[in-house]
């Protein structure tokens, strides 16, 4: 009789996701939520629950900007700084390049 391994159990991803969420609206740091149709929205988190997130300027905005989280793509800091990416240097790559087809028999 084998015995089973007992892991300690990890957060989930939306209590993860709810500690983040209440940390930005504790600290009233401000924050960038990025959308999937590629708008920005900048602004202070005044509430969230499983679905929505409330966006407001300031913490007493009346009124706020409610955002769907499955429109969310990803949530910043604003005060983070932004990385420069600096493409490696590449080789060059040639005009042409030869590819080995083999032959195939005829049919008769």
Do not use: W
Not at 46 to 59: H, S
Request: glycine residues 4%; proline residues 9%; hydrophobic residues 40%.
């Amino acid at each position: 009789m084998k015995k089973k391994e007992i892991r300690p159990r990890q957060a989930s991803r939306r209590q993860l996701q709810s500690q983040q969420f209440a940390a930005y609206r504790i600290t009233q740091s401000p924050v960038i939520v990025h959308l999937s149709n590629g708008a920005r929205l900048h602004g202070l988190v005044l509430a969230a629950d499983e679905f929505v997130l409330l966006l407001g300027r300031g913490p007493d905005d009346i009124q706020p900007t409610v955002v769907y989280k499955r429109a969310i793509c990803l949530v910043t800091p604003a005060d983070a700084p932004e990385v420069i990416g600096v493409a490696p240097e590449t080789v060059a790559a040639p005009d042409f390049v030869p590819l080995f087809i083999p032959r195939t028999r005829k049919r008769r």
